[in-house]
């Protein structure tokens, strides 16, 4: 086959203990599926249906090692926040909720880094947040663990620390929506595919990094990551 340009290469991301590597298709974020960031975000956290926002492949940064991303451009406020990823091994639509967990390949620490202060003008024009969360290099992601190795997360601690200081700690059973319901409820809309990742929402105390910061996010019984910003 000919191309009239080069194909952009495939964004990958480790897998731990082994030198395969998981090929990024789509990246679908959850939004306020923690009830404490919903209130300092300033929504109400009811269990209303979960809604998503999307990332592009290339925000995928390989944080297997310690890694560096660039302080972004057009913000003068650019935020952390720790994540739950998920990595999808076999897609399909309208999964059900109950076997939903049969379609992880596992999972992983990750940061949506997001400009916050353009996030927060389009929201309150109304406008979509592409400018404010989906952008390159802005999802730093540690090596997947297999789901077969980990077992499903459904508790533990989730953290992110900042130059050594603690700026988001909670525990991943306080997701409003699980990751079998957030499949399941996505997939309703769009159907899954192999390489797809969902990170499933960040809790409280989300704030902002400037260049020289050294951020170390956790999740109990995954990989950690180490992700310093630089101009």
């Not at 650019?78 to 379609?103: Q, W």
């Not at 989906?134 to 540690?142: D, H, Q, R």
Request: hydrophobic fraction near 40%.
């Amino acid at each position: 086959m000919k191309y009239v340009l080069q194909p952009t290469a495939i964004t990958t991301l480790a897998v731990t203990g082994t030198d395969e590597r998981f090929p990024v298709n789509r990246i679908f974020c959850v939004g306020r599926n923690y009830a404490a960031h919903a209130r300092e975000m300033g929504k109400d956290p009811d269990r209303d249906p979960p809604f998503f926002f999307m990332k592009p492949a290339n925000a995928a940064v390989d944080a297997s090692v310690a890694v560096a991303v660039p302080y972004p451009s057009q913000t003068k406020n650019f935020h952390h926040e720790i994540e739950l990823v998920v990595a999808i091994e076999s897609g399909g639509r309208n999964i059900p909720a109950d076997s939903a967990l049969s379609h992880v390949f596992g999972y992983a620490v990750g940061l949506d880094m997001t400009r916050r202060d353009l996030q927060l003008e389009a929201r309150d024009k109304g406008r979509p947040w592409e400018f404010g969360k989906s952008f390159a290099l802005s999802a730093p992601i540690g090596s997947i663990s297999r789901a077969s190795h980990v077992g499903h997360l459904n508790m533990g601690s989730i953290a992110v620390t900042v130059n050594g200081q603690s700026r988001q700690s909670s525990d991943v059973s306080k997701l409003i929506w699980s990751v079998a319901e957030s499949i399941a409820y996505l997939s309703q809309y769009e159907a899954l595919e192999p390489g797809d990742l969902i990170m499933t929402g960040t809790p409280e105390g989300v704030n902002s990094v400037v260049p020289g910061d050294v951020m170390r996010g956790s999740i109990d019984g995954l990989a950690s990551i180490t992700v310093s910003v630089k101009d």
